[in-house]
């Protein structure tokens, strides 16, 4: 890839995983990183994976990682040439971007005005459209409950409720019948309005059964490239828990077409950079544009391991200037688990702590891309994806094993995670045939183990009371009066 | 010599029976005794059960004993001597915070009657909303946050006053 020029220091305005991420690809190209990071996150790993670090505020998203003044300051400071916002927090605001160019620091990522119109979900339905791109009947704007009841009883339930000003699930409801609305429309909106300072919401008609299916778009403002699907039908509370690509159900003409109609919107919205355009594939195969992300997807990596492709070096480089790279061939099957600090056995609750041990597996076609470290507080304050493990194979069923074995190798303690569900839900009947809706999670129970292992309990047996002696390492051992056993069963972190 | 061991694990509680003996373990839960040969290797524990090896990580703290193994992990409460002795039947239950977060909403009022599952609140985590419903039917008798609250893990949020069950002498 020729770039016409490149960054000598690029800043980076998120935490976590993603952080560490592009961090790794800065460093491959030469260029010197900045992360920033809140009071909370001080010992965070993607605070050691920079060059430099700088705080920019309290804990609350709002005071630190969505703070555009801090994180301008920052990039001035250091002397940051560019702005790569990682996804989430600013990643897909219009105004930040636009602060940026205000700033003279370059934004990585689409301009504001394609931000604008992609963004905003009923302008982007509007593109679409104008592109040819075929779109869910529903309604843009939904003032209040009583006009949500009248366009409801139009389209027809089941109906879905969204927030306007962003994704990831948040201020989202499904609404099976005209009673549950009023109660969803409230809450929906108070969630739309405490994650994205919006409280707009649309309404839609829901496609059932229906599988996620997006496709990767890499665009320079003029033209543009798609990568290949992703799948990512398995989704809790609308939150993607596995993804992967090829998609089972997608014929070759069907790929094709929403590759094209893909293109034809980003070149429509004239899209510089990475981004996704969302579908949904009918039972039919008839597929509807659901939305696009203006950035980096969480999910990204199932692409660059069929693909080879660095999707941020090719963020970074169209950003300074540079090519598109050529649509690169896909190869083999890959798929990427979400481990999240949740309990998916008691309505996937928000786990915290603090990583007591942690081992990553390895291996040929195993990629992990984690944002903790051993000893690392896990709080309240941020979203719960502790890291990403992605396994690519020749076909889905050994990129499935691959993954398997990787999360069996996988040990994280301190904090309950969703691990155990991730290995119930890939050994499940319907991941193996690859029977994966967007419902699947939500129709049926997930009972996880019914008791302890033996292994795990003869452990605990050798943690516990295991005489010091040849069979030990002669580590201390003073179990029996070790003080958290009087502390009582609530820690006081 | 055998001692016992009485776990809890989540709301289950698990009772075994084991000893040591030369590197080896022997282990009685439910009627079937498990043999093992262990090792400990900085923080592990080797567990050879016939012709296979695995590996467990443990580690402690102030919630209990986890441990780790095959990708399945487990955070384990040792019991004392008369295991977990439940208050009396008619004792307040006590609805603690499940998570550190923010009370959005609150619908249980002080006085009232909550039926089992009926909404007492709503927490905010993680930018996700939960539902906090009486585990019971019974009184509310203290509501100890106010929305708004930004409310720590394990703090008391509402207490209960079970009902007396039917056909109670009580």
């Given at each position: 890839m020729t770039a016409a020029r490149t960054f000598r220091k690029v800043l980076v305005a998120n935490r976590a995983e993603i952080a560490v991420r592009v961090c790794r690809t800065l460093r491959e190209m030469g260029i010197a990183s900045v992360a920033v990071y809140s009071e909370a996150d001080r010992g965070a790993l993607h605070v050691r994976s920079a060059d430099e670090a700088v705080c920019i505020g309290a804990p609350a998203p709002a005071d630190s990682y969505l703070n555009v003044a801090a994180i301008l300051e920052a990039a001035r400071a250091t002397g940051a040439e560019a702005i790569h916002p990682g996804y989430g927090f600013l990643s897909q605001s219009a105004a930040?971007?636009?602060?940026?160019?205000?700033?003279?620091?370059?934004?990585?990522?689409?301009?504001?005005?394609?931000?604008?119109?992609?963004?905003?979900?009923?302008?982007?339905?509007?593109?679409?459209?104008?592109?040819?791109?075929?779109?869910?009947?529903?309604?843009?704007?939904?003032?209040?409950?009583?006009?949500?009841?009248?366009?409801?009883?139009?389209?027809?339930?089941?109906?879905?409720?969204?927030?306007?000003?962003?994704?990831?699930?948040?201020?989202?409801?499904?609404?099976?019948?005209?009673?549950?609305?009023?109660?969803?429309?409230?809450?929906?909106?108070?969630?739309?309005?405490?994650?994205?300072?919006?409280?707009?919401?649309?309404?839609?008609?829901?496609?059932?059964?229906?599988?996620?299916?997006?496709?990767?778009?890499?665009?320079?403002?003029?033209?543009?490239?798609a990568i290949g699907e992703r799948e990512c039908s398995l989704q809790r509370r609308y939150q993607k828990i596995l993804e992967e690509s090829p998609c089972t159900a997608l014929s070759e003409a069907t790929r094709s077409a929403m590759e094209s109609a893909a293109v034809a919107l980003a070149r429509e919205a004239r899209y510089a950079g990475a981004g996704t355009v969302e579908f949904l594939l009918g039972p039919d195969g008839a597929f509807y544009f659901l939305e696009v992300n203006t950035r980096l997807q969480v999910e990204h990596p199932v692409t660059e391991m069929r693909s080879g492709l660095d999707l941020v070096r090719a963020q970074i480089e169209v950003a300074a200037g540079g090519a598109l790279p050529k649509k690169p061939a896909l190869r083999g099957h890959a798929i990427e688990a979400r481990l999240n600090a949740e309990d998916p056995y008691q309505g996937y609750l928000p786990q915290t702590g603090r990583v007591l041990a942690l081992a990553w597996p390895t291996g040929d076609g195993v990629r992990v891309d984690a944002g903790i470290r051993a000893d690392q507080i896990v709080h309240a304050h941020y979203d719960s994806l502790l890291a990403k493990v992605i396994a690519h194979g020749r076909d889905r069923e050994e990129a499935r094993r691959k993954l398997l074995a990787a999360l069996e190798e996988l040990a994280?303690?301190?904090?309950?995670?969703?691990?155990?569900?991730?290995?119930?839900?890939?050994?499940?009947?319907?991941?193996?045939t690859g029977e994966t809706f967007t419902h699947t999670l939500e129709s049926r129970e997930w009972p996880g183990p019914a008791t302890v292992s033996d292994e795990a309990l003869i452990a605990a047996a050798v943690a516990l009371h295991a005489p010091a002696g040849a069979a030990q390492d002669g580590r201390d051992d003073d179990d029996h009066f070790s003080p958290w056993l009087r502390l009582g069963t609530w820690g006081r972190a | 010599m055998s001692r016992?061991?009485?776990?809890?694990?989540?709301?289950?509680?698990?009772?075994?029976?084991?000893?040591?003996?030369?590197?080896?373990?022997?282990?009685?839960?439910?009627?079937?005794?498990?043999?093992?040969?262990?090792?400990?290797?900085?923080?592990?524990?080797?567990?050879?059960?016939?012709?296979?090896?695995?590996?467990?990580?443990?580690?402690?703290?102030?919630?209990?004993?986890?441990?780790?193994?095959?990708?399945?992990?487990?955070?384990?409460?040792?019991?004392?001597?008369?295991?977990?002795?439940?208050?009396?039947?008619?004792?307040?239950?006590?609805?603690?915070?499940?998570?550190?977060?923010?009370?959005?909403?609150?619908?249980?009022?002080?006085?009232?009657?909550?039926?089992?599952?009926?909404?007492?609140?709503?927490?905010?985590?993680?930018?996700?909303?939960?539902?906090?419903?009486?585990?019971?039917?019974?009184?509310?008798?203290?509501?100890?946050?106010?929305?708004?609250?930004?409310?720590?893990?394990?703090?008391?949020?509402?207490?209960?006053?079970?009902?007396?069950?039917?056909?109670?002498?009580?």
């Amino acid at each position: 890839m020729t770039a016409a020029r490149t960054f000598r220091k690029v800043l980076v305005a998120n935490r976590a995983e993603i952080a560490v991420r592009v961090c790794r690809t800065l460093r491959e190209m030469g260029i010197a990183s900045v992360a920033v990071y809140s009071e909370a996150d001080r010992g965070a790993l993607h605070v050691r994976s920079a060059d430099e670090a700088v705080c920019i505020g309290a804990p609350a998203p709002a005071d630190s990682y969505l703070n555009v003044a801090a994180i301008l300051e920052a990039a001035r400071a250091t002397g940051a040439e560019a702005i790569h916002p990682g996804y989430g927090f600013l990643s897909q605001s219009a105004a930040f971007a636009r602060a940026c160019g205000k700033a003279g620091v370059v934004f990585v990522g689409p301009s504001p005005a394609s931000m604008e119109i992609l963004g905003d979900k009923a302008s982007s339905r509007r593109a679409a459209r104008k592109a040819g791109v075929p779109t869910i009947p529903g309604v843009e704007g939904v003032a209040s409950a009583e006009v949500a009841q009248k366009e409801a009883k139009v389209i027809g339930y089941p109906v879905l409720l969204k927030a306007v000003g962003g994704g990831g699930g948040r201020g989202m409801r499904r609404v099976d019948s005209p009673d549950e609305l009023a109660a969803a429309f409230e809450s929906a909106r108070r969630e739309a309005a405490a994650a994205f300072g919006d409280d707009r919401l649309f309404l839609e008609k829901l496609v059932h059964p229906a599988r996620h299916v997006e496709i990767q778009i890499l665009g320079d403002g003029k033209d543009a490239i798609a990568i290949g699907e992703r799948e990512c039908s398995l989704q809790r509370r609308y939150q993607k828990i596995l993804e992967e690509s090829p998609c089972t159900a997608l014929s070759e003409a069907t790929r094709s077409a929403m590759e094209s109609a893909a293109v034809a919107l980003a070149r429509e919205a004239r899209y510089a950079g990475a981004g996704t355009v969302e579908f949904l594939l009918g039972p039919d195969g008839a597929f509807y544009f659901l939305e696009v992300n203006t950035r980096l997807q969480v999910e990204h990596p199932v692409t660059e391991m069929r693909s080879g492709l660095d999707l941020v070096r090719a963020q970074i480089e169209v950003a300074a200037g540079g090519a598109l790279p050529k649509k690169p061939a896909l190869r083999g099957h890959a798929i990427e688990a979400r481990l999240n600090a949740e309990d998916p056995y008691q309505g996937y609750l928000p786990q915290t702590g603090r990583v007591l041990a942690l081992a990553w597996p390895t291996g040929d076609g195993v990629r992990v891309d984690a944002g903790i470290r051993a000893d690392q507080i896990v709080h309240a304050h941020y979203d719960s994806l502790l890291a990403k493990v992605i396994a690519h194979g020749r076909d889905r069923e050994e990129a499935r094993r691959k993954l398997l074995a990787a999360l069996e190798e996988l040990a994280l303690l301190g904090v309950m995670t969703n691990q155990a569900f991730l290995l119930e839900l890939l050994d499940d009947h319907s991941f193996r045939t690859g029977e994966t809706f967007t419902h699947t999670l939500e129709s049926r129970e997930w009972p996880g183990p019914a008791t302890v292992s033996d292994e795990a309990l003869i452990a605990a047996a050798v943690a516990l009371h295991a005489p010091a002696g040849a069979a030990q390492d002669g580590r201390d051992d003073d179990d029996h009066f070790s003080p958290w056993l009087r502390l009582g069963t609530w820690g006081r972190a | 010599m055998s001692r016992r061991l009485s776990l809890r694990w989540g709301a289950k509680h698990v009772e075994t029976e084991v000893s040591f003996r030369n590197g080896r373990v022997t282990l009685t839960r439910d009627g079937r005794t498990v043999d093992a040969a262990y090792r400990r290797d900085a923080g592990r524990v080797m567990i050879t059960l016939g012709a296979e090896t695995r590996r467990a990580v443990t580690a402690k703290d102030s919630r209990g004993l986890w441990v780790s193994s095959r990708g399945r992990t487990w955070l384990l409460v040792p019991e004392g001597r008369e295991g977990m002795t439940r208050g009396a039947a008619d004792a307040p239950d006590e609805i603690r915070a499940p998570m550190t977060g923010t009370v959005v909403s609150v619908t249980a009022a002080a006085g009232s009657h909550a039926k089992e599952g009926e909404l007492l609140l709503t927490i905010e985590a993680m930018k996700m909303e939960f539902k906090l419903t009486a585990p019971e039917d019974g009184e509310v008798l203290e509501v100890a946050c106010a929305e708004g609250d930004r409310v720590e893990l394990g703090q008391l949020l509402v207490r209960l006053k079970p009902a007396a069950p039917a056909g109670s002498a009580a």
